[in-house]
């Protein structure tokens, strides 16, 4: 069974930064794409930022020149530094993963990490 576990959230003044981090543990053989996603109250989930294995990255505009993200593939972790935080930002921060295992290639969800930008 593959899991994914976030750390890192918390209460930060806006301009401030933080760093979140995403193990993924299991029975993996290998991951693809990784990346981070939010949700904020009554929207919907967005993309944030994505990091291929190769290290080739996607960020949303709304993130670009701000956040940060990499990977380390020897330790299955995935990270988002976010810089210049901003009240918008706040929202509930997801990790995702595909995942090949001994059966197949999933995707998979972290539990979602608090962000919360104020003064």
């Known amino acids: 069974q593959v899991q994914l576990v976030e750390s890192g959230g918390g209460l930060v003044q806006p301009g401030g930064s933080l760093s979140l981090s995403c193990v993924a543990s299991?029975?993996?053989?290998?991951?693809?794409?990784m990346g981070w996603y939010r949700q904020a109250p009554g929207k919907q989930r967005e993309l944030v930022a994505t990091?291929?294995?190769?290290?080739?990255?996607n960020l949303a505009d709304s993130a670009k020149g701000r956040f940060t993200i990499s990977r380390d593939n020897a330790k299955n972790t995935v990270y988002l530094q976010m810089n210049s935080l901003k009240p918008e930002d706040t929202a509930v921060y997801y990790c995702?993963?595909?995942?090949?295992?001994?059966?197949?290639?999933?995707?998979?969800w972290g539990q979602g990490t608090q962000v919360t930008v104020s003064s």
């Open positions: 299991g029975s993996i053989f290998s991951i693809n794409n």
């Open positions: 995702a993963a595909d995942i090949y295992t001994d059966y197949d290639l999933r995707l998979y």
């Open positions: 990091i291929r294995a190769d290290g080739e990255t």
